[in-house]
């Protein structure tokens, strides 16, 4: 009988650019390119699929499709489960006949059955499908954890081979390898701690990054199974932000990803929603990871600040223009991180001979009390090329806040326009010819220094990022306007 090993991808399902339909090419593109990069198998209508935002019909043609493209290359684990057990059984006789290889299934959600009901939830669904059954512990979205115990009685039952669990939970993957690691296979379900599932005993892992990045966890996974542990470690801390943000935001992170990559299928659907679970802030940290990876292609991109243009390499997405000028003003804004210590950052580009540089000027001249500048400093005497005035957006009343901004918040916009000269996102043939002005926000309450340096490290790099590169564009705004809010409205 089937037993679940190996990488699995839990498939988003593709859309049409209007999420109204079930986009069935794009599906089979999505299916052929995990297969053709090593997984061990696919999983269609899990969470990541969105099943509980797709009707009956939708989710049975998903199977369909993937068992038909698939083709008997690899096994298919179809996503069966449903908050009530009429329904989870339907869609598991309808995965049986489609061809599936097993059926995940997981806990009964909204309603919450005592350990009672979940054991005969998944007894009744066995007893009456000779189909191999996956456990699928979630508790983050079903609001129901499955006890260690549960998995140890149900894993009695001889077509339960195996458990997905998704709480990331370390001390319960090992408690239930410790009790039925004998009769069925564990799977971690959690993209942030693969390495340590692999390593305590799992038999490979169920995951949304794997729509994304599926040949870095088959390697990842080889060096587990091979014993070559230090090699794994590298792999998982060179991908662990995208794990993080992906296991954060599901499919709404896992298809922003995709898309990004120009491997499309299309938007979630509501009340999923980028800006919601997927901030645009950590959308844009997915963006830069992605890139250092190498899974967005870096292209030729011509700067014209000076007289004599220059070609870089230019780490981007399909955003960018080829020619980068009209630098007597660009504007770029950026937010990071939350609460007290929450970063926003307003910033101004442009030559010295010109309206940025006149600013530039003025501001240094004619200070507004409680609002002075300051030059970005890596240390005392050092300025930043370009020059980059500070200047705090909240009024300054004391010599803590002030020391926030003159500390931290000053060293952090500092390293970023370094680092943006260095890896070629600021034109380094053109820092003598071009001033900054950014416009700091640093809540008055502020208190963790080093989570201010983080936060605003972060926002001047993605607010350098977007006014290089025009963004947002118009088209970005018009997709997102349904969707704009104030940052802190619905913040306690």
């Keep these: 009988m089937y037993k679940p090993e190996g990488i699995l991808p839990a498939l988003v399902t593709p859309f049409t650019d209007d999420g109204s ?50 083709n008997g290359r690899v096994p298919v684990v179809a996503g069966t489960g449903a908050s009530g057990t009429r329904e989870a059984l339907e869609m598991t006789k309808y995965a049986k006949d489609a061809g599936a290889m097993a059926a995940l299934i997981v806990t009964p959600f909204y309603l919450k059955p005592a350990d009672r009901g979940i054991y005969e939830h998944y007894d009744t669904i066995a007893s009456k499908v000779e189909l191999p059954i996956i456990l699928y512990n979630i508790p983050q979205c079903t609001g129901l954890p499955m006890p260690w115990q549960m998995v140890e009685d149900l894993a009695q039952i001889p077509n339960v081979v195996g458990v997905k669990d998704s709480s990331g939970q370390l001390s ?80 709404v992170g896992t298809k922003a990803a995709l898309n990004m990559m120009k491997i499309k299928v299309g938007p979630v659907r509501m009340p999923l929603s980028v800006g919601g679970e997927l901030s645009y802030e950590s959308r844009e940290e997915l963006r830069l990871d992605l890139e250092k990876i190498g899974k967005i292609e870096p292209k030729p991109v011509t700067f014209e600040v000076v007289e004599q243009p220059i070609e870089q390499r230019f780490m981007t997405i399909d955003v960018t223009p080829e020619v980068i000028k009209g630098f007597n003003l660009k504007v770029g804004e950026a937010l990071a991180g939350g609460g007290a210590e929450v970063a926003h950052i307003d910033l101004l580009i442009g030559r010295k001979d010109g309206p940025v540089g006149e600013a530039f000027v003025k501001a240094k001249a ?26 705090p957006t909240v009024t300054v009343t004391s010599m803590r806040q002030a020391s926030m901004i003159f500390g931290p918040a000053q060293t952090a916009v500092a390293k970023a326009v370094v680092d943006s000269v260095a890896d070629g ?10 001033v ?20 605003n490290y972060k926002a001047m790099r993605h607010a350098i990022r977007k006014a290089i590169e025009g963004r947002p564009s118009v088209d970005e705004l018009i997709e997102n306007k349904e969707r704009s809010k104030h940052p802190f409205k619905y913040t306690p």
């Design 172 to 251: 319960f993957i090992l408690a239930v390898l410790e009790k039925v690691r004998d009769k069925i296979n564990v799977m971690c379900g959690h993209d942030e701690i693969v390495i340590g599932g692999l390593a305590a005993g799992c038999s490979g892992a169920i995951l949304a990054s794997a729509n994304v990045i599926p040949d870095i966890w088959v390697k990842m996974y080889n060096c587990v199974k091979n014993g070559n542990l230090q090699e794994a470690r590298e792999l998982q801390y060179k991908i662990q932000k995208i794990a993080r943000i992906i296991a954060g935001s599901g499919a």
């Design 21 to 70: 339909a079930v986009d069935e090419e794009r599906l089979r593109i999505l299916v052929n390119r995990c297969i053709e990069l090593g997984v061990h198998g696919v999983v269609p209508c899990g969470t990541t699929g969105e099943f509980s935002n797709m009707s009956m019909e939708e989710k049975k043609r998903v199977i369909s499709v993937v068992v038909d493209e698939v």
């Design 366 to 391: 004619v200070p507004s009390a409680g609002h002075e500048p300051l030059l970005a400093l890596l240390e005392p005497n050092l300025s930043v090329k370009p020059e980059t005035l500070i200047i």
């Design 436 to 455: 900054m002005i950014a416009n700091v926000f640093v809540h008055p309450s502020a208190v963790d220094r080093q989570r201010v340096y983080i936060n």
């Design 425 to 434: 996102t600021l034109p380094s043939h053109a820092v003598e010819d071009l």
